[in-house]
């Protein structure tokens, strides 16, 4: 009886250590990084070698290579070097009423982290809570690390909360998982709603290019519908810019997310625009083109004396050349429309020609639909398009496209960085297209 419950002992103990010991390993290979993160209102994903490389890549196109490359080489070295896993780094940023935003690391080999914090924590000055003791600070930059055994956190912003409370809805996990770039909470809500979200990635290989798109399901069909297939476009010939937004203005006003509306809203008014007024008087069709010469011609009266001491009227004729520009906007009352924009800080009116800042005179016409502003007086052409946001910029220098088309309850979007030059890119060529 006694040898048989020694063996029932033994065979139990057993047990329990095979069952505890497969648990912590299960434990150890089902670490997730992902189970850290807490949800805010943009999050994502991405390959920080990738990444910096990249940007190295893109930084010999805009700046001179000296500073700036040795810059990448030794961030890239540190962060090689530096313990952290980097083919899989997430983020996480708030902007709603506080200000903080969140890198997170996995942890794969604690004695070359504890050698790179070393370095790190001398330069920044970081001090150890006294509370919480896997949390340093340094208030002078404003930033914060916690440490864990498999994970680290590194934190800016606001840092009189650093509690930590990772709880990613299974609308924010789902898209992470699929390893996006950014994904963009745009409600005033805490979580993420399948019902909508932005989401957007990015891809370099000399072009720099970052899609993705803004799906919302919460009517028929998505909030930015184009108003028609056809739009007014005025011809400068040489075609330097050319842009156009094409929205169904009554398909927009069913639209009740109230948070976005009134962000945008704060956005045209910082471009110096009275938005809502303006709103009011334009019918969802505007389109911008920016190329080719106009002449300009001025007459100067100036008074001279004959050899007697007679004043003589004399007319000088001065002839400068501008870049031909034109705006057309619809519009259901487009004398009312063209009178709002004359309110605006940055537009006024002198001898019947309209002036924007940096532009060159422009005169106004009224069709029935449409105000139109141009350089010179040539007609607008009738396009057939199938966006409703189009931006091209051509140049020897560099090229940028951006649309954006419509398709269901998505709306799909792609911009397009292409230089045109093998080495890099020279700005004043770029700012004489201005001139």
């Known amino acids: 009886m006694y040898k048989k419950l020694v063996i029932i002992f033994v065979v139990i103990l057993a047990g329990a250590v095979f069952f505890v010991s497969r648990q912590n390993t299960h434990e150890k290979n089902t670490f997730s990084l992902l189970d850290q993160v807490e949800e805010r209102q943009v999050m994502g994903v991405f390959n920080m070698h990738e990444l910096l490389s990249d940007a190295k890549s893109i930084s010999k196109k805009f700046k001179t290579v000296g500073l700036v490359q040795l810059y990448f080489d030794k961030v890239s070295d540190v962060m090689k070097n530096a313990g952290l896993r980097l083919d899989k780094v997430y983020y996480s940023i708030e902007t709603r009423g506080v200000y903080k935003r969140s890198i997170y690391f996995q942890i794969i080999d604690q004695d070359a982290l504890q050698s790179t914090f070393r370095n790190f924590s001398n330069f920044y000055e970081l001090k150890q809570d006294s509370i919480d003791t896997s949390i340093y600070t340094s208030s ?22 650093l509690e930590h409370n990772p709880s990613l809805s299974e609308s924010a996990r789902k898209l992470i998982k699929e390893n996006h770039f950014f994904i963009f909470n745009p409600t005033d809500k805490d979580s993420m709603n399948a019902s909508e979200y932005i989401v957007g990635d990015y891809n370099y290989d000399s072009i720099l290019s970052i899609q993705g798109s803004w799906y919302c399901n919460k009517t028929a069909g998505h909030p930015v519908q184009m108003k028609d297939s056809k739009i007014n476009i005025y011809p400068t010939g040489e075609k330097i810019i050319q842009a156009y937004l094409n929205v169904d203005r009554e398909q927009w006003g069913q639209y009740d997310n109230k948070y976005l509306k009134d962000k945008l809203e704060k956005t045209y008014s910082k471009g110096l625009i009275n938005y809502p007024r303006l709103s009011e008087l334009w019918s969802g069709q505007f389109s911008f083109s920016f190329g080719g010469i106009k002449t300009l011609k001025t007459k100067t009266i100036v008074s001279e004396f004959d050899e007697n001491f007679n004043p003589i009227e004399k007319t000088i004729i001065q002839t400068d050349t501008v870049r031909d520009v034109g705006f057309i906007f619809s519009s259901s009352d487009p004398k009312a429309l063209h009178g709002e924009l004359l309110n605006q800080s940055n537009i006024k009116s002198k001898k019947g020609d309209t002036y924007i800042a940096l532009f060159p005179p422009l005169k106004p016409r009224f069709t029935t639909e449409n105000l139109i502003l141009s350089a010179s007086s040539k007609e607008p052409t009738l396009s057939t398009i199938d966006k409703v946001i189009s931006f091209t910029f051509n140049s020897s220098q560099l090229n940028i496209k951006a649309i954006s088309s419509t398709k269901k309850n998505r709306l799909n979007y792609k911009i397009e960085l292409i230089p045109q030059v093998s080495g890099k890119i020279k700005w004043s060529e770029l700012i004489n297209l201005f001139l």
């Open 140 to 161: 002078e930059f404003n930033i914060a690390i916690r440490f864990n055994n498999n994970w680290l956190e590194l934190v800016q912003g606001d840092l009189d909360r």
